[in-house]
């Protein structure tokens, strides 16, 4: 892809006290693409997002945001970029309906008091537009599926309008149904020019909406593989590191920089 990436985030390392938990880590997200990042227990990808969210700030490194470096040192100022991120305890109010949480904290006034009409109004316009489908509104999350709940926070990471969006492991805890319903929904992010994040370990996810996977292990890059051209057994060897794809990183980053 030769145009200019949404996210890239060059040499990026973090270190915990006595653990390197990303050592000079790459990752590129172009606007319109679904990079999966995937890896075992440990891998860095946690502390990636962290890093890419604000929350947690790599100790050195390059953050470019639509081709520009820029200071990336809380959340603030990624969600200022256009950067959403919807972490795996929803944080949702099961006490709330579905417009309570949408709106949670970025509530519509109205001469003063809450204007349910157009918070309601807008809830199901956000949900028509992704094809996400509940029965009403206004019942109390705690009333949904699990699969209807993350739909339901991803559509709220939406209303602040972001260029990228990082799901973390957005389908861990749903069936089978409730996962197709939670992908359909990424791939609708696609459609509408997102660049989306989504960190997962079911490789039949990533297979099913990703363009390319992005393999961390160890906290370095294994290679990054177009999902399209690649096995599944492939990937997984990258994750387990029977095979070390970092030379051929290397490589890919020297022709990179010559194009
Ligand atoms: N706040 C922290 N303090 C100390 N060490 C940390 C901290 N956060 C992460 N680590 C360490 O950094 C490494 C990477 O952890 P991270 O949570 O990023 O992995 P992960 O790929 O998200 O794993 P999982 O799949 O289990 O979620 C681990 O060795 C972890 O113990
Ligand atoms: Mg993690």
Redesign the pocket.
Same mark, same amino acid.
């Given at each position: 892809m030769s145009a200019t990436p949404v996210l890239a985030l060059r040499g990026i390392s973090k270190r915990? /006290?006595a653990?390197q %938990?990303l050592t000079d880590v790459d990752l590129e997200v172009h606007a319109g693409e679904v990079v999966a990042l995937v /890896?075992d227990?440990? %891998?860095?990808?946690?502390?990636l997002v962290k890093t890419i969210a604000g929350v947690s700030p790599a100790d050195e490194g390059v953050f470019e945001w639509q081709g520009r470096s820029v200071e990336v040192n809380r959340p603030h100022d990624a969600q200022e970029l256009g950067i959403a991120t919807v972490y795996q305890d929803l944080a949702l109010c099961d006490n709330l309906d579905v417009v309570g949480n949408l709106f949670l904290g970025r509530e519509i006034m109205r001469a003063g008091v809450l204007d349910e009409i157009e918070m309601e109004r807008r809830a199901r316009e956000l949900l028509d537009t992704l094809s996400i489908r509940i029965p009403s509104v206004r019942i109390p999350i705690a009333s949904l599926s699990g699969g209807q709940r993350q739909t339901v926070a991803i559509a709220r990471s939406m209303l602040g309008e972001p260029k990228l969006v990082i799901l973390d492991e957005p389908t861990a805890a749903l069936g089978v149904e409730q996962t197709a319903q939670v992908l359909d929904l990424v791939e609708r992010l696609r459609e509408r020019g997102l660049a989306v994040i989504l960190i997962s370990h079911n490789m039949a996810d990533v297979k099913a909406v990703a363009d390319k996977v992005a393999v961390?292990r160890l906290?370095r890059n294994n290679g990054v593989f177009d999902v399209g051209s690649t096995s599944q057994e492939e990937i997984i060897s990258a994750i387990t590191g029977a095979t070390d794809n970092a030379v051929t990183r290397r490589k890919a980053r020297t022709a990179g920089s010559q194009s």
């Open positions: 915990f /006290g653990v %938990a /890896g227990n440990g %891998a860095g990808k946690s502390t961390l906290g």
